[in-house]
């Protein structure tokens, strides 16, 4: 019985870094957004600026807090952290190229939502993880949540009526990426320190983003001091931290419970978009955010759900 309490209490610990880290996310909205109001920017070159800035400090801290014991690294292990370093740049890729064929809304409806899924059931199939009663409630709280707040507030610009099938694609893709990216990190989670997983996961990420961003649009780097001070901020919190905050709460936190937790990224975005930009979230935007409050709640209060 004490086992249990002491596992289910570790369980919820890194459940709240993965909730934390989701808040960070969410906050990176506000900053790309002011980034856009004062410069006219490539979307794929603020996400390049994002994880190359933070790379660098994310090596620096672990070089600090593990010392030198270090990046011995399994050749198999290695190669799983620079795929969930790829499937991180491929996830932003693919979203930012659905966007300019249909539309922010659907955009993200079809990445967010669809995260989840793929997570819970490739964890069930992979992980040997338990879809769990409670598990399959937050997850379906979650999703009507997600749905709700993803529309309000889109119906003033409209919906495409005829969506593009690439666009809806390439959404689909960044939403298996981010899937791949969430399970990988949940195999890297025990093996090995946070800090190494990330900042190699973070770096290889930059690395494929500044290539892609210098092939299709050039990257400059002649930009006012407020832009880089946007740029550093996204680079140190919703990046470093935050990511460093994620890989922290992989090691206790299931695969399916975390990409539930993660969608706390939407709900904060949704809740800054109100605060700072006046933005109205009507009934059923609060509809959803007690939703996904109440999944998270729900995944809190349930605590682990593997499988022996």
Not at 56 to 68: D, E, H, I, M, N
Not at 79 to 106: E, H, K, P, T
Not at 216 to 239: D, E, I, K, N, Q
Request: aromatic letters at 8%.
């Amino acid at each position: 019985m004490t086992t249990d309490v002491v596992v289910r209490t570790v369980s919820r610990r890194g459940l709240m870094f993965v909730v934390l880290a989701g808040i960070l996310w969410g906050t990176s909205g506000v900053a790309t957004k002011a980034i856009y109001a004062l410069v006219d920017i490539n979307p794929m070159s603020v996400a390049a600026f994002r994880l190359a800035l933070g790379a660098p400090v994310l090596l620096v801290v672990f070089r600090c807090s593990a010392g030198y014991r270090t990046f011995r690294i399994a050749r198999s292990d290695l190669a799983l952290m620079l795929l969930v370093g790829a499937s991180l740049a491929m996830s932003q890729s693919c979203y930012f190229a659905a966007i300019s064929r249909v539309g922010v809304a659907i955009a993200t409806l079809v990445t967010i939502c669809t995260a989840p899924v793929l997570v819970c059931l490739f964890s069930v199939v992979l992980l040997r993880e338990r879809l769990t009663p409670a598990i399959g409630g937050a997850l379906a709280c979650a999703l009507i949540g997600t749905v709700l707040l993803v529309g309000v507030g889109q119906r003033d610009a409209g919906s495409q009526a005829n969506t593009a099938p690439v666009g809806i694609l390439l959404a689909l893709g960044a939403a298996l990426c981010f899937a791949m990216f969430i399970l990988g990190s949940r195999l890297l989670a025990n093996r090995y320190h946070p800090l190494q997983s990330i900042a190699i996961a973070v770096t290889t990420g930059a690395v494929l983003l500044m290539i892609v961003s210098a092939l299709t649009g050039g990257v400059t780097v002649r930009y006012s001091w407020a832009v880089w001070g946007l740029f550093l901020y996204l680079g140190l919190v919703p990046t470093a931290l935050a990511y460093g905050l994620f890989f922290h709460g992989m090691k206790t936190a299931t695969a399916s419970a975390a990409s539930v937790a993660t969608l706390a990224e939407p709900l904060t975005s949704t809740g800054l978009a109100v605060l700072i930009f006046g933005e109205r979230l009507g009934s059923l935007g609060l509809l959803g955010a007690a939703l996904l409050i109440s999944a998270i709640t729900f995944l809190y209060r349930s605590g682990p759900s593997r499988s022996g």
